[in-house]
């Protein structure tokens, strides 16, 4: 998404000035995104002038209009605010009110949709660090290949944090098995997900923490499938 993007709702409310409009002009000829958009929310804003329903102002209408102006200033403000949508929404007809409605909750979609991209694209430009390196080794080297080994780390990038975990060597498993990462503290063993190596026995995982993740120790289960809550299979590797 180019940084011009951004400007497509202060182009259709006119609030650019020349130099930005002609920019925003020739960006809009160019990116496919914005152009959809741009028609989509101008056949909505279009088809508002074409349903309005004329009705002819009652005789009363210019004396409340004055009465409101002039009313004075102890009047209780929600007072005056309910007079007016009830004089707004008279203006409308049903269907007009309802494309008026999704146009502003389009609006706030898309100016939603602009800070969640804007933080995620200044999140993609942050530094990444490793944080923790954690060192796997078998559980049992009697039992598993002698070469099995791996490591583990904790990346830090903002606030996210994510696990990388990398084995090599890992016995081969039969067709519905799985290995599954616990994180462990006190005790307590956290599910952090499940994989499957490919043919030469090398398996990864890739895992997102939260805040709520916190754990010392990183062990790896052969588990019958992939619906394990806690350890059903023999430990393979763990760090130390």
């Known amino acids: 998404m180019n940084t011009e993007c951004a400007n497509l709702l202060s182009f259709l409310s006119g609030e650019l000035g020349e130099k930005e409009k002609k920019a925003f002009a020739e960006h809009l000829v160019q990116c496919s995104e914005c152009t959809r958009e741009y028609e989509q929310m101008t056949e909505a804003w279009n088809s508002l002038k074409w349903d309005f329903e004329e009705?002819?102002?009652?005789?009363s209408l210019k004396s409340e209009v004055m009465n409101f102006v002039f009313e004075t200033d102890d009047e209780v403000p929600v007072r005056k605010e309910k007079n007016w949508s009830i004089y707004f929404f008279r203006q409308f007809t049903p269907v007009t009110s309802g494309l008026l409605l999704a146009v502003l909750v389009l609006v706030f979609v898309l100016l939603y949709s602009n800070i969640q991209l804007k933080k995620e694209l200044a999140a993609i430009n942050l530094p990444m660090e490793v944080k923790t390196a954690l060192s796997l080794q078998p559980a049992d080297k009697t039992a598993v290949?002698?070469?099995?080994?791996?490591?583990?780390?904790?990346?830090?990038?903002?606030?996210?944090?994510?696990?990388i975990v990398q084995i090599q060597n890992l016995p081969s498993l039969q067709e519905s098995e799985v290995y599954q990462v616990w994180l462990l503290k006190d005790g307590k063993r956290t599910n952090a997900g499940t994989f499957k190596p490919d043919e030469a026995g090398t398996g990864s995982l890739t895992y997102k923490l939260s805040i709520k993740d916190k754990f010392n120790q990183i062990g790896i289960t052969r588990e019958p499938d992939s619906n394990s809550t806690k350890p059903r299979g023999e430990k393979i590797v763990g760090s130390s």
């Open 145 to 163: 290949n002698k070469n099995t080994d791996g490591a583990a780390y904790i990346l830090q990038q903002g606030e996210e944090r994510r696990l």
């Open 55 to 59: 009705i002819e102002p009652s005789s």
